[in-house]
């Protein structure tokens, strides 16, 4: 009889101290629970991180390490026929310009804000593209399509007014830290000239109509001259004939 009573007091005992021992042994779980949960999610918001950081790299540069020359993309050809840049200006064509930016006192920003990796999917980051338009100061572009102009202002670091004439098809020229002075043509080439400053961007037009290139077919090469004849920069663009307007109405 004793003995069956010391194991009823030994069954009470271990019956009490589970009832005791459950709630924190729940408890203990609840919490090993959230915290699996909390590191699930915390693992999640670092793949997506380290997703948008692979996304950024390739934006900024190549994937292997290779020299590139400027521009980073696949030129294009100079027309077949170039002529010295002192015959452009004394036996070429003096064609009208209008000037639609000028800021005398704009100076070249090294970084603009947009420029970032994290802004617009890196578009305007590349390392590469960034250094071609730090090294030059002429750039040429037609205001036909949307998205090249968005890229072209954005790549520039300004805003440029757009469709100066809706009857007819311009040039734009960007032209960095020269005032310009005058513009003549002859064959395939536009000889922009003037005088080097060390601040300052002017945005000149000229309509495509005064360019007559002896070949339709090929490019156009721009360059920017002092007055001396001395190139300081260039640009190779397409030639597009002055009719495109009407031929996309």
Not at 49 to 58: F, G, P, S, V, Y
Not at 220 to 237: A, H, P
């Amino acid at each position: 009889m004793y003995k069956i009573r010391k194991y009823l007091i030994l069954i009470l005992c271990l019956i009490s101290a589970s009832c005791l021992i459950s709630p924190k042994l729940h408890a203990e779980a609840t919490v090993n629970s959230q915290e699996i949960q909390k590191l699930r999610e915390e693992n999640e918001r670092l793949k997506g991180t380290i997703e948008e950081l692979k996304q950024r790299i390739n934006s900024l540069e190549p994937a292997q390490p290779e020299n590139l020359q400027d521009p980073p993309w696949e030129k294009l050809q100079f027309p077949s026929k170039t002529l010295p840049i002192t015959e452009i200006l004394h036996k070429g064509t003096k064609i009208p310009f209008d000037v639609i930016v000028d800021k005398s006192d704009y100076v070249r920003p090294s970084y603009e804000k947009h420029w970032h990796s994290s802004v617009g999917g890196g578009r305007w980051s590349n390392v590469p593209m960034r250094v071609h338009y730090a090294l030059n100061r002429l750039f040429t572009t037609y205001d036909i399509g949307v998205s090249a102009w968005y890229d072209f202002e954005h790549n520039i670091g300004f805003s440029i007014p757009m469709l100066q004439d809706p009857q007819a098809l311009d040039l734009y020229i960007v032209v960095f830290q020269t005032e310009v002075t005058n513009v003549y043509t002859k064959g395939n080439q536009v000889v922009v000239v003037g005088n080097p400053k060390r601040e300052g961007v002017q945005v000149i037009t000229i309509t495509t109509a005064d360019i007559k290139p002896a070949d339709k077919a090929e490019n156009l090469l721009v360059q920017l001259v002092t007055e001396e004849g001395y190139e300081i920069d260039y640009s190779i663009i397409s030639y597009i004939r002055p009719d495109f307007w009407s031929k996309h109405e």
